[in-house]
Protein backbone atom coordinates (compact mmCIF):
# COMPACT_ATOMS: atom_id res chain seq x y z
CA UNK A 1 0.00 0.00 0.00
CA UNK A 2 1.31 3.64 -0.70
CA UNK A 3 1.55 6.67 1.60
CA UNK A 4 -1.39 7.93 -0.44
CA UNK A 5 -3.63 4.95 0.13
CA UNK A 6 -6.83 5.22 2.24
CA UNK A 7 -5.49 4.05 5.86
CA UNK A 8 -6.53 4.30 9.61
CA UNK A 9 -4.78 4.94 12.40
CA UNK A 10 -4.63 1.49 14.08
CA UNK A 11 -5.06 -2.40 11.99
CA UNK A 12 -8.63 -3.84 11.89
CA UNK A 13 -9.41 -6.68 14.73
CA UNK A 14 -9.15 -9.07 11.53
CA UNK A 15 -5.36 -8.01 10.80
CA UNK A 16 -4.59 -7.79 14.17
CA UNK A 17 -5.71 -11.60 14.83
CA UNK A 18 -3.71 -12.44 11.93
CA UNK A 19 -0.80 -10.59 12.77
CA UNK A 20 -0.52 -12.62 16.53
CA UNK A 21 -0.73 -16.07 14.41
CA UNK A 22 2.25 -14.63 11.96
CA UNK A 23 4.60 -13.63 14.53
CA UNK A 24 3.46 -16.33 16.98
CA UNK A 25 6.44 -18.85 17.99
CA UNK A 26 3.91 -21.38 19.44
CA UNK A 27 0.45 -22.01 20.08
CA UNK A 28 -1.58 -24.33 22.32
CA UNK A 29 -4.35 -27.09 20.81
CA UNK A 30 -7.13 -28.56 22.74
CA UNK A 31 -8.81 -31.63 21.13
CA UNK A 32 -10.34 -34.83 22.35
CA UNK A 33 -6.92 -36.41 23.02
CA UNK A 34 -5.61 -33.32 25.60
CA UNK A 35 -3.43 -30.69 24.95
CA UNK A 36 -0.55 -29.84 23.40
CA UNK A 37 2.19 -27.46 23.00
CA UNK A 38 3.43 -26.85 19.98
CA UNK A 39 6.37 -25.04 18.84
CA UNK A 40 7.76 -23.73 15.06
CA UNK A 41 4.79 -25.95 14.04
CA UNK A 42 2.14 -23.78 12.42
CA UNK A 43 1.95 -21.82 9.15
CA UNK A 44 -0.86 -20.13 7.75
CA UNK A 45 -2.55 -20.12 4.31
CA UNK A 46 -3.73 -16.80 2.46
CA UNK A 47 -7.03 -18.15 3.01
CA UNK A 48 -7.23 -18.61 6.49
CA UNK A 49 -6.42 -22.22 6.96
CA UNK A 50 -3.45 -23.26 9.44
CA UNK A 51 -1.69 -26.66 8.99
CA UNK A 52 0.41 -27.99 11.71
CA UNK A 53 3.12 -29.84 11.44
CA UNK A 54 2.93 -33.15 14.51
CA UNK A 55 4.78 -36.03 15.31
CA UNK A 56 3.19 -39.54 14.05
CA UNK A 57 2.37 -40.50 17.47
CA UNK A 58 0.46 -37.18 18.29
CA UNK A 59 -2.91 -37.49 20.02
CA UNK A 60 -3.85 -34.39 17.72
CA UNK A 61 -4.38 -37.18 14.39
CA UNK A 62 -6.32 -39.47 16.37
CA UNK A 63 -8.45 -36.64 17.34
CA UNK A 64 -9.06 -35.28 13.82
CA UNK A 65 -9.85 -38.80 12.43
CA UNK A 66 -12.18 -39.44 15.04
CA UNK A 67 -13.87 -36.48 15.92
CA UNK A 68 -17.64 -36.42 15.96
CA UNK A 69 -19.00 -35.11 11.94
CA UNK A 70 -20.30 -31.37 12.67
CA UNK A 71 -18.70 -31.17 15.46
CA UNK A 72 -15.96 -28.75 16.45
CA UNK A 73 -12.80 -30.74 17.15
CA UNK A 74 -10.24 -28.31 18.39
CA UNK A 75 -9.50 -25.02 19.72
CA UNK A 76 -5.89 -22.92 19.19
CA UNK A 77 -5.07 -20.20 21.40
CA UNK A 78 -2.28 -18.17 20.40
CA UNK A 79 -0.45 -15.57 23.06
CA UNK A 80 0.82 -12.24 22.15
CA UNK A 81 3.48 -11.07 24.06
CA UNK A 82 5.17 -8.13 23.97
CA UNK A 83 9.25 -8.62 23.47
CA UNK A 84 10.03 -6.11 26.22
CA UNK A 85 9.76 -6.94 29.11
CA UNK A 86 6.50 -4.91 30.63
CA UNK A 87 4.07 -4.68 33.28
CA UNK A 88 1.18 -7.30 32.00
CA UNK A 89 3.28 -8.33 29.21
CA UNK A 90 0.72 -10.41 27.64
CA UNK A 91 -0.88 -7.90 24.62
CA UNK A 92 -3.61 -10.40 23.42
CA UNK A 93 -4.78 -13.58 23.67
CA UNK A 94 -6.43 -15.63 20.32
CA UNK A 95 -8.73 -18.27 20.11
CA UNK A 96 -9.70 -20.08 17.28
CA UNK A 97 -12.56 -23.11 17.52
CA UNK A 98 -12.49 -24.94 14.62
CA UNK A 99 -12.23 -28.68 12.45
CA UNK A 100 -8.83 -30.98 12.26
CA UNK A 101 -8.35 -32.60 9.20
CA UNK A 102 -4.98 -34.67 7.97
CA UNK A 103 -3.89 -33.58 4.72
CA UNK A 104 -0.36 -34.87 3.58
CA UNK A 105 0.73 -36.44 6.78
CA UNK A 106 0.37 -32.72 8.84
CA UNK A 107 -3.21 -31.26 9.81
CA UNK A 108 -5.01 -28.96 8.53
CA UNK A 109 -7.16 -26.94 10.56
CA UNK A 110 -10.21 -24.64 9.20
CA UNK A 111 -11.62 -22.24 11.89
CA UNK A 112 -15.05 -22.00 12.63
CA UNK A 113 -14.93 -19.04 15.01
CA UNK A 114 -11.93 -16.69 16.03
CA UNK A 115 -12.03 -14.56 19.19
CA UNK A 116 -9.52 -12.00 20.15
CA UNK A 117 -9.15 -10.83 23.76
CA UNK A 118 -6.76 -7.69 24.13
CA UNK A 119 -6.86 -5.67 27.15
CA UNK A 120 -10.20 -3.40 25.87
CA UNK A 121 -11.69 -6.61 26.07
CA UNK A 122 -13.05 -9.76 23.95
CA UNK A 123 -14.05 -8.97 19.85
CA UNK A 124 -15.51 -12.20 17.83
CA UNK A 125 -13.48 -11.82 14.28
CA UNK A 126 -15.74 -12.50 11.36
CA UNK A 127 -14.59 -15.46 9.41
CA UNK A 128 -14.66 -13.80 6.12
CA UNK A 129 -12.75 -10.98 7.51
CA UNK A 130 -10.49 -12.90 9.16
CA UNK A 131 -9.54 -15.00 6.00
CA UNK A 132 -9.00 -11.90 3.79
CA UNK A 133 -7.16 -9.99 6.26
CA UNK A 134 -3.39 -10.06 6.09
CA UNK A 135 -0.83 -9.51 8.52
CA UNK A 136 1.01 -6.60 9.66
CA UNK A 137 3.66 -6.22 7.41
CA UNK A 138 5.73 -5.56 10.19
CA UNK A 139 5.06 -8.05 12.40
CA UNK A 140 7.57 -10.55 11.68
CA UNK A 141 9.86 -7.63 12.65
CA UNK A 142 8.51 -6.14 15.52
CA UNK A 143 10.11 -8.19 18.21
CA UNK A 144 13.65 -7.12 16.31
CA UNK A 145 12.96 -3.57 16.20
CA UNK A 146 11.35 -3.09 20.07
CA UNK A 147 14.05 -5.12 21.41
CA UNK A 148 16.40 -2.56 19.32
CA UNK A 149 14.79 0.55 20.03
CA UNK A 150 14.38 -0.56 23.95
CA UNK A 151 17.92 -1.45 24.77
CA UNK A 152 19.73 0.90 22.09
CA UNK A 153 17.78 3.95 22.06
CA UNK A 154 16.40 4.82 25.30
CA UNK A 155 16.88 7.93 24.64
CA UNK A 156 15.31 8.33 22.25
CA UNK A 157 11.81 6.42 23.81
CA UNK A 158 12.31 9.27 26.37
CA UNK A 159 12.14 11.98 23.70
CA UNK A 160 9.09 10.14 22.23
CA UNK A 161 7.41 11.35 25.92
CA UNK A 162 7.39 14.60 24.96
CA UNK A 163 4.66 13.85 22.43
CA UNK A 164 2.31 12.44 25.38
CA UNK A 165 0.04 14.56 27.31
CA UNK A 166 1.35 15.64 30.79
CA UNK A 167 -1.95 13.88 32.42
CA UNK A 168 -1.12 10.16 31.25
CA UNK A 169 2.70 10.65 32.43
CA UNK A 170 1.57 11.62 35.75
CA UNK A 171 3.20 8.95 38.20
CA UNK A 172 5.22 7.73 35.60
CA UNK A 173 8.44 5.39 36.78
CA UNK A 174 9.61 4.13 33.46
CA UNK A 175 8.26 3.95 29.66
CA UNK A 176 8.95 1.69 27.89
CA UNK A 177 8.18 0.65 23.93
CA UNK A 178 5.13 -1.55 24.08
CA UNK A 179 4.02 -2.41 20.23
CA UNK A 180 4.96 -1.02 16.67
CA UNK A 181 2.84 -1.67 13.68
CA UNK A 182 2.55 0.07 10.44
CA UNK A 183 0.01 2.76 11.84
CA UNK A 184 2.24 3.87 14.53
CA UNK A 185 4.24 2.94 17.60
CA UNK A 186 2.29 2.15 21.47
CA UNK A 187 4.37 3.23 24.56
CA UNK A 188 3.73 1.06 27.92
CA UNK A 189 3.75 3.82 30.88
CA UNK A 190 4.44 2.23 34.29
CA UNK A 191 3.59 3.68 37.70
CA UNK A 192 4.31 2.44 40.77
CA UNK A 193 1.11 0.60 41.41
CA UNK A 194 -0.88 0.76 37.59
CA UNK A 195 0.13 1.07 34.18
CA UNK A 196 -1.27 2.26 30.79
CA UNK A 197 -0.50 2.67 27.28
CA UNK A 198 -0.21 5.76 24.66
CA UNK A 199 -0.32 5.36 21.10
CA UNK A 200 1.69 7.45 18.67
CA UNK A 201 0.60 7.29 15.19
CA UNK A 202 2.47 7.86 12.40
CA UNK A 203 1.92 10.25 9.85
CA UNK A 204 1.70 7.49 6.92
CA UNK A 205 1.99 3.60 7.05
CA UNK A 206 5.10 2.16 7.08
CA UNK A 207 5.06 -0.91 4.88
CA UNK A 208 9.04 -1.52 5.16
CA UNK A 209 11.36 -1.12 7.75
CA UNK A 210 12.86 1.75 6.03
CA UNK A 211 9.90 3.22 6.09
CA UNK A 212 9.26 2.76 9.75
CA UNK A 213 13.04 3.81 10.68
CA UNK A 214 11.99 7.29 8.45
CA UNK A 215 8.08 7.22 10.61
CA UNK A 216 9.84 7.25 14.13
CA UNK A 217 12.25 9.71 12.53
CA UNK A 218 9.30 12.37 12.06
CA UNK A 219 8.24 11.65 15.54
CA UNK A 220 11.43 12.11 16.90
CA UNK A 221 11.61 15.30 15.23
CA UNK A 222 8.54 16.43 16.37
CA UNK A 223 9.45 15.82 19.73
CA UNK A 224 12.67 17.85 20.12
CA UNK A 225 10.71 20.45 18.97
CA UNK A 226 8.52 19.53 21.95
CA UNK A 227 9.10 20.34 25.60
CA UNK A 228 9.69 18.35 28.36
CA UNK A 229 6.84 17.18 30.02
CA UNK A 230 5.85 18.95 33.11
CA UNK A 231 5.00 15.77 34.74
CA UNK A 232 7.72 13.82 33.71
CA UNK A 233 10.67 16.31 35.06
CA UNK A 234 8.65 16.61 38.41
CA UNK A 235 8.95 12.38 38.37
CA UNK A 236 12.77 12.70 37.59
CA UNK A 237 13.51 15.40 39.84
CA UNK A 238 11.67 13.44 42.80
CA UNK A 239 13.68 9.99 42.09
CA UNK A 240 17.01 12.17 42.45
CA UNK A 241 15.56 13.73 45.29
Known sequence: MSDNDTWTAEPATAQRARSVIAAAWSCAVTAEGGREELVGAHTMAEDGRLFLEVPEDSPLLGAALCAPRGEPSAVLEFADVAPVPVRSRIRARLWLAGYLAVADGRLAFQPTRVVLRRQSGAVV?????????????????????????????????????????????????????????????????????????????????????????????????????????????????????
Open 125 to 241: VGLEEFAAAAPDPLATAEARLLTHLADCHGDAVERLTRLVDAGSLHGAVRVRPLAVDRHGLTLRIERVRSHGDVRLPFHAPADTVAQLTERVHVLLTQATAAACPRALRQERTDAEN
